[in-house]
Every structure is written in structure tokens, then in C-alpha cells.
């Protein structure tokens, strides 16, 4: 099979370029290695479904129905709407005349020629350029027991549990442990995080940081920091299902937890040792990740690489991003996006409520020589935020940081309900020179989370 585009991986960026080529009349093919990844890790097993396992949780927290109950009916309605937008996405692409999909594993022949193997066959495909969008799968750790642990899960495995968890052990507690954890407890399960690093949000403004720690052991999560984990043994009893004794070191302690699941949440590594890249002249690094250039181009010039496979910043939103670089490519147009443009990126933690932040911390920016103003508040403090006390979410703190000589925004943490939509906000102002006098002066709907800088900003010091 001959194309104008090959494109590997049904993720975001490569789903779009596929379909924008597409559309352009180009031969396009696409392959995915797995059925039930039509659209992409944030769409099967990521941003979608953990988000909708969060809304539950919390639907739960209202009602109070029985933890195992409402788990089930979680998971239902989850499974409910992945499959419908993996439905949506590959009906998408088949509509497209010139777009053709594939199931199946690709491997390179040569740079240009790509096998893709399934049991239906063996499919050769010829294709001027190529996009690999393989996105990235959940990292292990070399501790003794865990590999064959029957009950030690990745996040996109638990996410298709039925049975809810009594006892869920995290090994991680960065974003996808500390998710996790939140959405788990939620639920009625009795959830231990165990992190190696001395603290867990160490990035973030430490006063937040240290509210949402409190937060989540007021909802009953353990999470101990410094814990070393050193061996995990599978206890099997007739009758029972097997459970998992986690052993690790804390302050030279010997210390262990039971648990019936474990969620290994310790990284990701880039999708690329079956794609034999070796042979189509692209370089890796040594965690496997596709080095790429400031147009995602790879070290072959035909070839490019969009997303998490490229081992940069794990978010659908860069994904998509990526495309719009590459598709610049592929069009000819005078002046290319490029990676280096991007500015003010946000990221958001989705613990209930939310914990958003974007560009730099107080320390960050005293660090970086600015002489800086900060405004900073708890949410229950700020009177003006009718929105939280109508949905009954006053937890949470916002605070934003400003260069004092040019009034510009330098970053800001928004923990507080919807603040995964609010600190668009602050990204759209601090990319376009937007002031924090202008934002603070602005006309906000109401009653809206957003009128928060009406307030907030006032108490610029």
C-alpha cells in the first residue's frame, strides 16, 4: 500500500493530521496497534475516563451511596462513554474517502516502508512522509515481587476493575498516584500513597501544597514520603483472593502495608522498542523517547513526531499543539509554528477540587531576580466567589504572582473549584501582555468562578 502520509498512532495529534491531510484529498493511512485505543490514551485511558471516574467520586461524596455500589456504576458509566467516543473517533476518520485505518503493530523496514503485522496478516505500507504518534505507556520499577504481583495494576487496568479496591496501595505520588488517591478515597476505599521522594506537590506554591495534602488525609489518604520501597510479596490464601504485602524503608524503619490492588503510578516511557526505528535512521534517547527538532521534525528529515512519544510535557493539549507544528511542515507556509513559541503552559491536578497552576511560583519568580507582588487567598475568604459557596466548594486557595515593575502576570496556582477552566484565564493574559490591573478591572459574568480576580487581584502586596 502506497500513501502520500503515513501516520502511527490513533492519538490526538495524529488522528487531526490525519484528517486534515485527508480532507486536502492526500492519501492517508493510520495505524493503530490496538482497537480499543481508537482516539488516543486520553480519550481510552487517560484524560477521559480518570475525569469521569473524578465527577462520580464526587457525585459520590453527595449522595453517599455504598462505595462498592457507587464504584460499579462509576465504572459503567465510564466504560459507556469511552466506547461511545472511540466509536465517534473512528467514524470520523472512515468518512474521510482518502483516509484508511489499520489494526495492527508497525514496525520500520526502511525510512520510507513501515510492516504492520496483525492476525489478520502482514500489510506493507510505502508512505513520502510519516508521523509517529505511539504516545507513551505506565512506567514499573525493578522491585523485587512486583512484576509477577497478581493484584499490581496499571492505571488504564484499573480503570476497567469492576470490583472496587478495599485496600489500594499507590506506588508514586505525582500526578497520576495523587488522582488516583483522591478519586479512589472517594469512593470508600482505604488508600495508602507511597512516595520515594521526600514530599509529594514539592513543585507547587507550598501553602496550597500543603492544604491539599491536609485535604486528602482529612478524606482518609495516607501518603508517606521518603518510603523507599523494597519488596513486594503475594499472600496466598485458599478460598481468597490473593493479596499484596508491600514492604518499604522510612527513616530507616522497616515498614509494610497490606493491599488488594496496587496502582503502580511511577512514570511513563515513550511507545517506540517495537517500532525498530533503528532502521528508518531516527534517533532516541535513552529512555526511548524520539528525539525531535524545534518543528518535531526527527533525524530522519521525512519524519516527525508528535505527543508523549517525544518525552516532552505528557498533556493531550501539546499533543495537539504538535500537530499544528507539523502540519505547518507539511503545508510549506512562509513562517512555521514552532515548539520554542509555546509560552505560559498550563497543567492541572484533578484532586476535588482542582489544583491548576501556570508559569512561575513566588520562589520561582524571586528567584529569577523579579520584584514581585502577591496576591493570595483562600477561597473561603474571597466573598465576592458566590460560585463556590452555591456548589458547596470553599475548599481551595488561589495566588498569583506579578512582576511589580511591568504589572505583568508571572504565574499563577488556582486551587479551587473549576480551576482547570480559570486558569485559562490567567494562560490567555499572560500570553498576550495582559495585565493584572486589567484583569482585576474586567467585567466577569455572575455568579462565575472567574469574578475571583475581582477580589483577588485587589490584594496585590
Same mark, same amino acid.
Given at each position: 500500500? =502506497? ?5 502511527? =498512532? ?30 488516543? $490514551? ?7 475516563? /480518570? ?6 467520586? &464526587? ?35 472512515? =468518512?474521510?474517502?482518502?483516509? $484508511? ?7 520500520? %523496514? ?7 503485522? !496483525? ?34 495494576? $496499571? ?10 479496591? &478495599? ?68 499472600? %496466598? ?18 515498614? !509494610? ?14 511507545? /517506540? ?27 530522519? #528529515?521525512? +519524519? ?26 507539511? !503545508?510549506?507556509?512562509?513562517? #512555521? ?55 458547596e466548594q470553599t475548599d481551595g486557595m488561589m495566588k498569583v504572582v506579578v ?6 502576570? %508571572? ?16 494562560? %490567555?493574559?499572560?500570553?498576550?501582555? +495582559? ?14 468562578? !472567574? ?11
Open positions: 500500500m =502506497g500513501a502520500d502520509l503515513l501516520v502511527i =498512532g490513533f492519538g490526538k495529534g495524529g488522528k487531526t493530521l490525519a484528517a486534515d491531510v485527508g480532507r486536502a484529498g492526500q492519501r492517508v493511512i493510520l495505524v493503530e496497534q490496538d482497537a480499543q485505543m481508537f482516539g488516543g $490514551t486520553c480519550i481510552n485511558t487517560g484524560c477521559v475516563p /480518570t475525569k469521569s471516574m473524578v465527577h462520580q467520586g &464526587e457525585k459520590n461524596v453527595a449522595t453517599r451511596l455504598p462505595g462498592e455500589l457507587a464504584y460499579a456504576a462509576a465504572i459503567a458509566a465510564t466504560e459507556r462513554l469511552t466506547a461511545g467516543l472511540r466509536s465517534a473517533n473512528l467514524a470520523a476518520l472512515e =468518512g474521510i474517502p482518502s483516509v $484508511t485505518v489499520l489494526i495492527g503493530t508497525a514496525a520500520f %523496514l526502511d525510512p520510507n516502508t513501515v510492516q504492520v503485522r !496483525s492476525d489478520a496478516g502482514t500489510v506493507t505500507v510505502s508512505a513520502r512522509q510519516i508521523v509517529i504518534g505511539t504516545g507513551a505507556r505506565a512506567g514499573t520499577a525493578d522491585i523485587p515481587g512486583l512484576a509477577h504481583c497478581p493484584v499490581a495494576v $496499571t492505571n488504564d487496568r484499573l480503570l476497567h476493575q469492576a470490583a472496587r479496591p &478495599e485496600r489500594l496501595v499507590i506506588l508514586g505520588g505525582g500526578f497520576i498516584g495523587l488522582e488516583f488517591a483522591s478519586m479512589y478515597a472517594a469512593f470508600g476505599c482505604a488508600v495508602t500513597v507511597l512516595e520515594r521522594h521526600p514530599a509529594v506537590l514539592a513543585g507547587e506554591e507550598p501553602e496550597i501544597a500543603d492544604m491539599a495534602r491536609s485535604l486528602l488525609a482529612a478524606r482518609g489518604v495516607e501518603i508517606h514520603t521518603g518510603a523507599d520501597v523494597v519488596d513486594v510479596q503475594t499472600i %496466598l490464601r485458599p478460598g481468597a483472593a490473593p493479596v499484596a504485602r508491600v514492604q518499604y524503608l522510612r527513616d530507616g524503619r522497616s515498614v !509494610s502495608v497490606d493491599a488488594d490492588t496496587i496502582l503502580v503510578a511511577l512514570g511513563r516511557t515513550p511507545n /517506540t522498542a517495537a517500532l525498530r526505528l533503528d532502521r528508518a535512521g531516527v534517533e532516541t534517547t535513552n529512555t526511548g523517547a524520539i528525539v525531535v527538532d524545534d518543528h518535531r521534525r526527527t533525524s530522519a #528529515p521525512h +519524519i516527525f513526531a508528535v505527543g508523549d512519544v517525544t518525552g516532552g510535557p505528557q498533556f493531550t493539549y501539546i499533543s495537539l499543539d504538535d500537530y499544528r507544528i507539523v502540519a505547518d511542515q507539511l !503545508s510549506g507556509i512562509a513562517e #512555521p509554528r514552532r515548539a520554542s513559541q509555546r509560552t505560559a503552559v498550563p497543567v492541572c491536578l484533578f484532586l476535588a477540587p482542582p489544583l491548576a497552576r501556570v508559569g512561575l511560583t513566588e520562589s520561582q519568580a524571586r528567584s529569577a531576580g523579579y520584584d514581585v507582588l502577591v496576591a493570595a487567598s483562600p477561597v473561603a475568604n474571597l466573598a465576592t466567589v458566590a460560585r463556590a459557596r452555591i456548589v512582576d511589580a515593575a511591568t504589572d505583568k502576570i %508571572l504565574g499563577a496556582t488556582l486551587w479551587c473549584h473549576d480551576a482547570h477552566e480559570v486558569i485559562n484565564i490567567v494562560t %490567555l493574559a499572560m500570553r498576550h501582555g +495582559i495585565t493584572a490591573r486589567a484583569l482585576r478591572d474586567e467585567i466577569y459574568t455572575h455568579p462565575s468562578m !472567574s469574578e475571583c480576580f475581582n477580589q483577588l487581584l485587589g490584594l496585590l502586596a
